[in-house]
C-alpha cells in the first residue's frame, strides 16, 4: 500500500521559516514526479511546488523566491522549505505523487496534509 506521511508544520510567525518533508513509501520512488498543494479553510487546494524525475522543479507565482523545493532519492523523501512566510500561506500542505515524467497535475496519491499557521 502507497503511503505518503508529511511532516514539519507547525505554527511560526510572519518572516519565519518551515521545512516539510514528505516520506514515501513508493516502489520505486524515483520514478515518480513528486509536488506540494495547500487548502485554506474555505478555499479550493492549489498548487504549490513541484518536482520533476529529472529535479526540475516549478512554483506557484505566489511562492517563487520564498519556498524550494527538493528530493532526495536515497531517502524517498520530499521537502518544501519555506521562507519569509507570510499569514496568506496559513493552510494545509498535501505532499502528492505521480507516476510521470513531466510535472505533476491530477496526483495518482495524497498525503493526508499538515497544518502550517503563520501569525502576523
Known amino acids: 500500500q502507497v503511503q505518503l506521511v508529511e511532516s514539519g508544520g507547525g505554527l511560526v510567525q510572519a518572516g519565519g521559516s518551515l521545512r516539510l518533508s514528505c516520506a514515501a513509501s513508493?516502489?520505486?520512488?524515483?520514478?515518480?514526479?513528486m509536488g506540494w498543494f495547500r487548502q485554506a479553510p474555505g478555499e479550493e487546494r492549489e498548487f504549490v511546488a513541484a518536482?520533476?524525475?529529472?529535479?526540475?522543479?516549478y512554483y506557484a507565482d505566489s511562492v517563487k523566491g520564498r519556498f524550494t523545493i527538493s528530493r532526495v532519492n536515497a531517502k524517498n523523501t520530499v521537502y518544501l522549505q519555506m521562507n519569509s512566510l507570510k499569514p496568506e500561506d496559513t493552510a494545509v500542505y498535501y505532499c502528492a505523487a505521480k507516476d510521470t515524467a513531466v510535472t505533476i497535475r491530477d496526483p495518482d496519491y495524497w498525503g493526508q496534509g499538515t497544518q502550517v499557521t503563520v501569525s502576523s
Open positions: 513508493l516502489r520505486t520512488f524515483s520514478r515518480y514526479a
Open positions: 518536482i520533476r524525475r529529472n529535479g526540475d522543479t
